[in-house]
T-cell receptor, first 112, second 116 residues
Framework: GESVGLHLPTLSVQEGDNSIINCAYSNSASDYFIWYKQESGKGPQFIIDIRSNMDKRQGQRVTVLLNKTVKHLSLQIAATQPGDSAVYFC???????????FGKGTMLLVSP | GAGVSQSPSNKVTEKGKDVELRCDPISGHTALYWYRQSLGQGLEFLIYFQGNSAPDKSGLPSDRFSAERTGGSVSTLTIQRTQQEDSAVYLCASRPIAGGTTGELFFGEGSRLTVL
């Protein structure tokens, strides 16, 4: 079936480095792609989203890139901080957001 | 508080018992979702409510699972005859259909269910 998955289960970086978290999706009908951050013991928190008619979107210290040709999504975090340590999920949705399909997540570990 | 509230935060039950999990969405949010998260796994969609429309129950894993949303606000997820494989964190999220950031679901902190 259609699915969203992640390439790397764990990413370890040093404070101040730039981090890149990758995600592959398989549903070509998806219209929105979203990144969530989940800290231990908490619910996921929205970071940024991108629509399928875009290939890049920037937020505060984060950039999401979408490559529809290879069905690949990435989240770039600039100047990674210890507070960025969390599990990051990509998700996809069809137009209207009736449901979001989440990937399994990548754990980001930031060392001081 | 202004966030999504879930209760109980932790529930330990014996196999075969029924459990009810409650979700209070953010006031004014018309869409409400239930997801399940098993240890080290992603989020598994269970059910979606939108206003007065019929809920999307396509994610419910078996007929032991059901959910209601009364008055377009509070929702209750019921699991009957619980099994050990039901052990997970059950997450509720809400979203305003009108306004808000596209794609942004507001999640509660979840109800951790342990079935012994």
């Amino acid at each position: 079936g259609e699915s969203v998955g992640l390439h790397l289960p764990t990413l370890s970086v040093q404070e101040g480095d730039n981090s890149i978290i990758n995600c592959a999706y398989s549903n070509s009908a998806s219209d929105y792609f979203i990144w969530y951050k989940q800290e231990s013991g908490k619910g996921p928190q929205f970071i940024i989203d991108i629509r399928s008619n875009m290939d890049k979107r920037q937020g505060q210290r984060v950039t999401v890139l979408l490559n529809k040709t290879v069905k690949h999504l990435s989240l770039q975090i600039a100047a990674t901080q210890p507070g960025d340590s969390a599990v990051y999920f990509c998700a996809e949705a069809a137009s209207g957001y009736s449901t979001l399909t989440f990937g399994k997540g990548t754990m980001l570990l930031v060392s001081p | 508080g202004a966030g999504v509230s879930q209760s109980p935060s932790n529930k330990v039950t014996e196999k075969g018992k029924d459990v009810e999990l409650r979700c209070d969405p953010i006031s004014g949010h018309t869409a409400l979702y239930w997801y399940r998260q098993s240890l080290g796994q992603g989020l598994e969609f269970l059910i979606y409510f939108q206003g007065n429309s019929a809920p999307d129950k396509s994610g419910l894993p078996s007929d032991r699972f059901s959910a209601e949303r009364t008055g377009g606000s509070v929702s209750t997820l019921t699991i009957q005859r619980t099994q050990q494989e039901d052990s997970a964190v059950y997450l509720c999220a809400s979203r305003p259909i009108a306004g808000g950031t596209t794609g942004e679901l507001f999640f509660g902190e979840g109800s951790r269910l342990t079935v012994l």
